[in-house]
């Protein structure tokens, strides 16, 4: 080797090296340190010296991801060790019941479990000889995968040379290849634009993409990877637990995913399972349950495995989030701002962990683009928290004659003429305040927890209210008595009683508050809030002009009529003074906190059921103390403030020596600050 060419090969290697921990830093930690750009004049470097000494280029330099020429076919490739699948449990009880089996064939009173999340994507092996990626497979039938090594090269977060040099000579790495939400979304685009059909789903994008033939292809398909196992580990070292296999594939420059838990019985794995189901939504990638396995490798071995599948290992499956059932009728109802929403009364079917009766139908254009008759099969989908909605129709189960809907002219409540807004999506109900049900629903809005925060008021006794005639506005909530409401269908003396407190107590409240629950069209939660902020008082937003709100951060020209218009109109002008004549009233300027008091600055607590207020009345009344109002007791919080049932957060605040206050107490410290 000259000179030269011997120099050449320690910058490669050094250069290689860099790379190599950067892609361990952006892949793995997620926490790069260097800017995309510097990065890519690395890989320019490296890429420019491997074309001058060409006899340099390995297989596992950062250039060489993408190469090789389109295959005819995958060779098929036997596992050396096979890949079992996961047993599945939909129940609580199978859950437990795995737990005591585990139990019993290990002969411990108590197991230690990982718990991970369960990717639906598809299982790859990965193989590495002395730390260089050889070899890359599909799961098969288990025993035997196709040979995908070319595709797999080309996923960027795979390293094709192990970091460091602790790796054992041979390691076949476990785990699940899989396509985020947000390039799945990407991805089909771009196929429409070709006049290619989209993928069903991410799973089928990533199987779709790992089959194809060309690695080229394969290369430019968003698909990432994380590991979950370990099927040969050759070598010393090898690791006794599932948490300590993770962490050393983790070292290896492999990703784990960051949400792997260590629980420390099955009651912590449940735990875990309810933690992650509401996460879900919010990952970015699509998870279909989560896995527990038993942690320790001794006590695996002990357990084995029957019919292919380990019987240390258990997948907890969500419910699933798509079921098939038929449409009873198509209901409109009005809301709030008199928009019309078509809903799909359905026969009632158990999705995504409840029974769903009711989904919805959007609005004009999601009917005819679904064409959804009464009578129609249809998929219905429940995914986290949102609406049930209807996905599609079973065409092929349509009975004859079943008939087009047809959207209504007039509002089905009040008879008013329906106008399409907003570019035509939404069809809205004119009839403003002489429809019943905008009068109910800004009356249930105003209540609702965000705005007044009126416990006790749900939206039967709203609309029993509206229906007897008894009030026609927010403000005749608090000219009720007694009387009439211990009168009322299922209520009582005490529920009359309640309620009232409830009302007096709302009367105080933040103009934030206030004026989101005037339901001014376009004003949502943070509007209100920077409109209160900006203006301080009432008085001043309802004297500013257009120009004036549009000053306000993200008011634009639409939002700063809408605000205008709302405080032209005498019957609002009278609704806001009549309120304020039963005495509602808040504190101005709510974005400007206290420089001193009591809890000017402090970090506090609240835990258990409070007496006068509720939870979100405490926050709103500490935080415009100057409080920040936190969800969990650490070292740096000042007060927990107490009520009745407070649990393991007392506890805690005890044992950090933390100030705990009363309800009474907290008031009486807050009014010594308002004086
Ligand atoms: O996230 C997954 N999909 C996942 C799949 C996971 N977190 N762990 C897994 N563990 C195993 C065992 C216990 C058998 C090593 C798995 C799978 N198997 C698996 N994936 C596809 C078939 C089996």
Redesign the pocket.
């Known amino acids: 080797m000259s000179n030269q060419q011997a120099q050449a090969a320690e910058k490669i290697g050094e250069l290689r090296t860099e790379i190599g921990e950067h892609n361990y830093r952006y892949h793995v930690l997620d926490a790069p340190v260097i800017s995309d750009s510097r990065y890519d004049t690395l890989l320019r470097r490296l890429e420019a010296l491997e074309r001058e000494f060409p006899q340099l280029v390995t297989p596992d330099s950062p250039t060489q991801r993408v190469g090789g020429t389109p295959l005819d076919r995958f060779d098929t490739v036997g596992h050396h060790v096979p890949?079992?699948?996961?047993n599945n449990a939909f129940a609580q009880n199978e859950v437990y019941e795995f737990d005591r089996r585990s139990r019993e064939a290990t002969g411990h009173e108590a197991l230690t479990y990982v718990a991970?999340?369960?990717?639906?994507?598809?299982?790859v092996s990965l193989l590495y000889e002395r730390g260089r990626l050889v070899r890359a497979a599909t799961?098969g039938d288990?025993r035997q995968g196709e040979d995908v090594t070319l595709n797999v090269r080309s996923i960027r977060s795979i390293p094709l040379q192990l970091r460091g040099l602790n790796w054992p000579v041979l390691l076949e790495v476990?785990?699940?290849v899989y396509m985020p939400l947000a390039g799945f979304k990407m991805l089909n685009q771009a196929q429409l634009a070709r006049d290619e059909k989209p993928y069903v789903n991410p799973r089928n994008a990533a199987a779709g993409s790992l089959r194809q033939l060309d690695p080229r292809i394969c290369a430019d398909r968003p698909l990432e990877y994380?590991c979950?196992?370990v099927?040969l580990w050759e070598g010393d070292g090898e690791p006794g637990t599932q948490m300590d296999t993770l962490r050393a594939l983790r070292n290896f420059g492999l990703r784990v995913?960051p949400l792997?838990h260590q629980a420390d019985d099955i009651s912590q794995c449940l735990d875990y399972y309810h933690r992650i189901q509401v996460q879900r939504d919010k990952l970015g990638y699509e998870?279909?349950g989560?896995?527990y396995?038993v942690n320790d490798r001794e006590d695996q071995q002990v357990m084995g495995a029957v019919a292919r599948?380990?019987r240390?290992?258990l997948?907890h499956k969500f419910p699933a989030q798509e079921e098939i059932t038929s449409v009873r009728a198509i209901e409109i109802q009005v809301g709030r701002t008199g928009a019309l929403t078509p809903v799909a009364r359905l026969e009632p079917v158990f999705v995504g962990g409840v029974t769903v009766a009711n989904a919805t139908l959007h609005n004009r254009l999601e009917i005819e683009r679904l064409d959804v008759r009464v009578g129609d099969t249809v998929v219905v989908r429940r995914a986290g928290d949102v609406i049930p909605e209807v996905v599609s129709v079973v065409r092929e189960k349509r009975r004859r004659g079943a008939r087009r809907f047809r959207f209504p002219d007039q509002c089905p409540v009040c008879g008013s003429d329906v106008t399409a807004d907003d570019g035509g999506v939404i069809e809205r109900c004119r009839g403003g305040l002489y429809c019943l049900s905008q009068v109910k629903e800004s009356i249930k809005h105003f209540v609702s927890r965000r705005a007044l925060d009126i416990e006790g008021l749900g939206a039967k006794l709203v609309e029993q209210l509206v229906d007897s005639g008894r009030i026609a506005t927010v403000a005749d909530l608090f000219s009720l008595s007694h009387d009439e409401l211990a009168a009322l269908e299922r209520m009582g003396d005490k529920s009359a009683e309640n309620l009232l407190a409830a009302l007096k107590t709302s009367r105080r409240t933040t103009l934030a508050r206030f004026l989101f629950g005037l339901g001014i069209p376009q004003v949502g939660e943070a509007t209100a809030q920077e409109l209160a902020g900006f203006f301080g008082t009432l008085e001043a937003l309802t004297g500013a002009s257009v120009t004036q709100l549009e000053a306000v951060p993200d008011v634009g020209p639409v939002v700063a009529s809408a605000i205008r218009h709302f405080f032209d109109q005498d019957h609002n002008r009278e609704v806001i003074d009549a309120l304020r004549a039963h005495g509602v009233v808040w504190s101005n300027t709510s974005s400007a906190k206290p420089a001193s008091g009591a809890f000017a600055g402090k970090t506090v607590v609240i835990t258990g059921t409070l007496t006068t207020m509720s939870r979100d009345q405490a926050r709103a009344w500490l935080t415009q103390r100057g409080a920040k109002v936190t969800g969990s007791v650490s070292a740096r919080t000042d007060f927990l403030v107490t009520g009745a049932e407070a649990g393991s957060k007392y506890d805690k605040a005890i044992a950090l020596g933390i100030s705990v206050l009363d309800e009474g107490q907290m008031q009486a410290m807050g009014e010594s600050q308002d004086e």
Request: aromatic share 10%.
């Open positions: 890949m079992l699948s996961l991970e999340p369960k990717l639906d994507g598809l299982a799961r288990g476990r785990g699940e994380f979950y196992g099927g995913n792997v998870i279909d989560v896995v396995k599948a380990p240390w290992a997948a």
